[in-house]
């Protein structure tokens, strides 16, 4: 089981950003990032417009390679997703183990006037379809 300080669900840009804030803020900390699909965090919209016309390359989806989440020591968990969150011993629950969070959980301080963000799992119906 693995322990991380900050634990962010879904590979959206909202995951994306948080990591890249929370990193920010927190130059030690360790930050996990878990996304039930096999792909760093990419930009959704343009998978459904611009890519599929093939106006978009593939690599264009992406907000950051994977090699900027391994320089700015952000682990991934991509490919598996999120079951349960345990509250009561700090875990989520994953579909191939558990993923410990730290023993006392911790709000990181936002900065004045910035914004409230809800991290939610995302949806990935469009992988079923993909040829």
Excluded: C
Aim: glycine residues 10%; charged residues 25%; hydrophobic residues 35%.
């Amino acid at each position: 089981m693995k322990s991380t300080k900050y634990l962010l669900i879904g590979g959206g840009l909202a995951s994306s950003q948080a990591a890249k804030q929370l990193r920010a803020h927190d130059g030690r900390g360790a930050i996990t990032l878990v996304g039930e699909e096999p792909y760093v965090p990419y930009d959704r919209p343009p998978l459904s417009k611009e890519f599929l016309r093939g106006e978009k390359r593939r690599d264009e989806l992406f907000f950051d390679p994977e090699q900027y989440f391994h320089d700015q020591d952000i682990g991934l968990v991509l490919g598996v997703a999120v079951q349960r969150l345990n509250l009561a011993d700090k875990t989520a629950i994953l579909a191939n183990g558990a993923l410990s969070t730290t023993p006392t959980p911790s709000r990181p301080k936002r900065p004045r006037g910035s914004a409230r963000f809800s991290l939610v799992p995302d949806s990935s119906g469009w992988r079923s379809r993909r040829p």
